[in-house]
């Protein structure tokens, strides 16, 4: 195992918290934690077990930080981690990478000028899972994919008004949260539509689209239906439907570190296959460190971004 990377994370809300177990699982060591305001900085460092706490330009500066964490809302991720590699560090940003391709083409660039390393943190990926998943559309099990249909949604009440998800200014929005999820995986799977259909709505009067749901299309009638919510009980889902039968991915994107079913329906029946359970952000952090330190590939270059973002912004175009 190649040796640990010195991280500095920007941000201390609520995925910094979510993150950090499978961080520490994955031997990190935080060396340095930044916020806007110095003191909290400091008082979360105490509080997560970092080194030293400042502000986000202090982690910068800090010579024993060689890779970032950026855990910022959305709209602050092409500033930091622009920042972050004209310093030199690597950076492993938040999704999505930013809210617009212009600024992940920027981010990209930056960091291609600094000789170092940007990855968006889909999570998700990183689980076993999906290797069982193409595993059997490699084998043919389902036959051609005719259809991918995937959700990822859930209802923000009324506490949760002064969320950054509900700020036009911080990137905030559905697809931008979770539509990034949907649009991410079905290019994954589909690569880049040929035309997107779709809808978004501002129910909220917040100047952010706060429900969605599109149509892609791909050659030979290919079709994927996505949906996105902050307005309803939507949760995950995946669906990939062949000519023959389909495979489905209960809690598609935080399948939780227990063990995680894939219902498949084949020549064989309906049956539910099990993989074990992992940590999909030791696993994130696991393959940051192989990357910077043994040059092993990403899963999601930051160069994937962009192409995120030109889906999503073709789907709001389209409502
Ligand atoms: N991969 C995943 O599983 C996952 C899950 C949730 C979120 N995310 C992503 O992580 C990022 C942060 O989301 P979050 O849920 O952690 O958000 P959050 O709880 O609101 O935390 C965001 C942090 O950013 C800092 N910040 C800087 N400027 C801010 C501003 N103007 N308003 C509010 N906060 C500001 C704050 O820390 P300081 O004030 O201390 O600097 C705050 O604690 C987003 O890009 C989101 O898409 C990813």
């Known amino acids: ?59 910068l500066a800090d010579r024993a930080v060689e890779a970032v964490y950026v855990a910022l809302p959305n709209a602050l991720h092409a500033e930091w981690t622009i920042r972050a590699a004209e310093a030199g560090k690597h950076v492993l940003c938040e999704k ?27 999570m998700y990926r990183y689980h076993p899972r999906w290797s069982a998943v193409r595993r059997r559309l490699d084998e043919g099990s389902i036959g051609q994919v005719r259809l991918l249909r995937v959700a990822f949604g859930f209802r923000m009440g009324p506490e949760r008004d002064a969320d950054v998800r509900l700020s036009p200014e911080l990137g905030g929005g559905a697809l931008q949260d979770v539509g990034c999820y949907c649009v991410n995986a079905t290019r994954w799977f589909l690569g ?73 329906i084949d020549a064989g029946g309906e049956h539910r296959e099990v993989v074990g359970g992992v940590d999909q952000y030791r696993l994130e952090v696991e393959a940051f460190r192989d990357l910077v330190r043994d040059g092993t590939p990403t899963l999601i270059p930051g160069s994937d971004g962009a192409a995120t973002q030109r889906v999503i912004a073709a789907w709001r175009r389209a409502g």
Do not use: N
């Open 1 to 59: 195992m190649s040796a640990p990377l010195g991280w500095g994370v920007l941000g201390t809300g609520g995925i910094v918290r979510r993150w950090l177990p499978g961080f520490r699982a994955a031997g990190g060591t935080l060396v340095a934690l930044g916020s806007r305001d110095p003191a909290r900085g400091r008082a979360a460092a105490a509080e997560l077990g970092a080194a030293r706490g400042g502000t986000y330009e202090d982690v």
């Open 96 to 122: 999505p990478l930013a809210p617009s391709a212009a600024e992940c083409e920027a981010m990209v660039a930056a960091c291609e000028r600094r000789g170092v390393h940007l990855v968006e943190a889909f």
């Open 192 to 264: 880049e539509p040929g035309a997107v259909r779709g809808r978004a709505v501002d129910r909220r009067g917040r100047g952010v689209d706060t429900h969605a749901a599109a149509v892609l299309e791909y050659p030979d009638g290919v079709l994927a239906e996505l949906s996105c919510s902050f307005d309803s009980a939507l949760g995950q889902s995946m669906e990939i439907v062949g000519e023959r039968g389909r495979i489905a991915l209960p809690g598609t994107f935080l399948p939780g570190t227990g063990e995680a079913p894939l219902d498949v």
